[in-house]
């Protein structure tokens, strides 16, 4: 019998199976096709990632470092745009190169386009990063620490009883029938996991779909349309990667159609589509007699943009912590942990998603307060109260 079965090798999966061998438990997890595919989330990431990563990792898969965002409250312009910091300051690429374009003429003496707010640091604020790449170093990791991980095998059930639980797989030779002390769901937005036990839901889904076109743009700014209803758009650089497009809403049958409207304002064509469910807002329990959700299975993401990889994994370091699979009790450790490092900045994000819905003449005079220099660390929202952020509205 195994100590856990791990069903999904996903950031989150892959990151607790890891750390749960390093602490000597014998680990079996599963994914359903080859790991990282298809594609589904985008690669836009902190700067932290790279603490939960091999050595060497950045270097192999970054692909764009970025020091700021650019709000809009308008229709996306199909120029290409440039600097928004006063004085067109560049930052160094990933090769040391200034990779920042010139400011645009109509951004005169540090003063902004009335449709467009940027804010930005002088330091990296995030990197942009091969996604799939991501998955398979984190696979390949957990590998090297004695997870059997097998990829092409699809759960197709899971039941509790008293001591253990029973995971009923398809893989390449048929179904087979997998005994484990418990079973970690890090199956994403639509876990089987979560299912099979009539486990709680996340209070939200929403639908996410992303495009890409070759574009070679290092530029080192994001650019967010806040013109989605209850959501955003976004254009992220990726280098020689490309330019990604996306955009978020609550499910609906338009949402191809934004997305296309959306591309179509930005003037360009994408092709490489793919899409996904975007879970927000974990439910009041994530762990049942054996078993416990992790990542996006969990809603552990941030509602005010949709990302989960850093508060996955994060969540799965305090699994691997605090769950002894002969204990079931110490599910409970695993909920309060993970909660005390993360609620605080869920219900905070759910705050400034809610101000993406405000009316326009709101937005405006919000995002001109706030925008430029800025002390906020883009996993925590928390850090709003920050005295880094108190300098910043200090200086500006």
């Known amino acids: 019998m195994y100590d856990f079965v791990v069903v999904g090798c996903g950031p989150a999966g892959s990151r607790f199976a890891r750390r749960a061998a390093e602490r000597g438990y014998d680990v079996l997890a599963f994914e359903q096709g080859d790991v990282g595919e298809p594609l589904a989330c985008s690669g836009h990431v ?10 060497g990792a950045r270097d192999r898969l970054l ?26 300051r560049a930052h160094p690429g990933r090769d040391g190169t200034a990779a920042g374009r010139s400011a645009p003429s109509d951004d005169r003496d540090g003063e902004f386009p009335a449709t467009a707010y940027p804010f930005y640091k002088d330091e990296q604020v995030s990197n942009v990063i091969d996604r799939v790449g991501l998955d398979r170093e984190l696979a390949d990791a957990a590998r090297e620490a004695g997870v059997d991980l097998r ?9 509790e009883s008293r001591d253990r639980v029973e995971v009923e797989v398809r893989g390449p030779d048929g179904v087979e029938t997998h005994e484990a002390r418990m ?12 299912r099979e036990l009539d486990m709680a839901e996340p209070d939200e ?6 495009g890409f076109s070759d574009e070679d743009d290092a530029t080192d700014f994001v650019d967010v349309h806040l013109t989605v209803p209850n959501f955003f758009a976004w254009r992220i650089p990726r280098g020689e990667a490309g330019v990604e497009y996306g955009l ?16 179509a304002d ?32 969990a809603a552990q993401t941030k509602p005010f943009t949709g990302g989960g990889i850093r508060y ?15 204990h079931p009790s110490t599910l409970a450790d695993y909920e309060r942990a993970w909660r005390d490092d993360l609620e605080r900045e869920i219900e905070l994000g759910h705050w400034v998603r809610r101000a993406y819905s405000l009316p326009d003449p709101v937005q405006r005079v919000g995002l001109r307060a706030f925008a430029g220099e800025i002390g906020v660390h883009m996993d925590r929202p928390t850090t709003v109260f920050s005295l880094d952020q108190l300098k910043s509205l200090l200086r500006g």
């Open 63 to 88: 692909q764009n470092v970025v020091y700021g965002a650019r709000f809009h409250l308008g229709s996306p312009r199909g120029d290409p745009p440039g600097d928004p910091r006063p004085n067109g």
């Open 183 to 194: 079973v970690a769901g890090c199956d994403g937005p639509k876990s089987r996991v979560r």
């Open 46 to 55: 902190s700067t932290d990632v790279w603490e939960f990563t091999p050595e």
């Open 248 to 263: 978020a809403t609550p499910p609906s049958a338009d949402v191809r159609k934004r997305f296309d409207r959306f591309t």
């Open 151 to 159: 990829e092409g095998h699809t759960v197709v059930g899971v039941s």
């Open 205 to 210: 889904l929403l639908h996410g779909v992303l």
């Open 266 to 297: 930005c003037g360009v064509e994408t092709d490489r589509r793919c899409s996904g469910l975007i879970p927000v807002g974990p439910p009041d329990s994530v762990t049942s007699r054996r078993a416990f959700l992790v990542g996006d299975a």
């Open 312 to 326: 996955g994994m994060t969540a799965a370091d305090h699994a691997a912590r605090e769950i002894d699979p002969r």
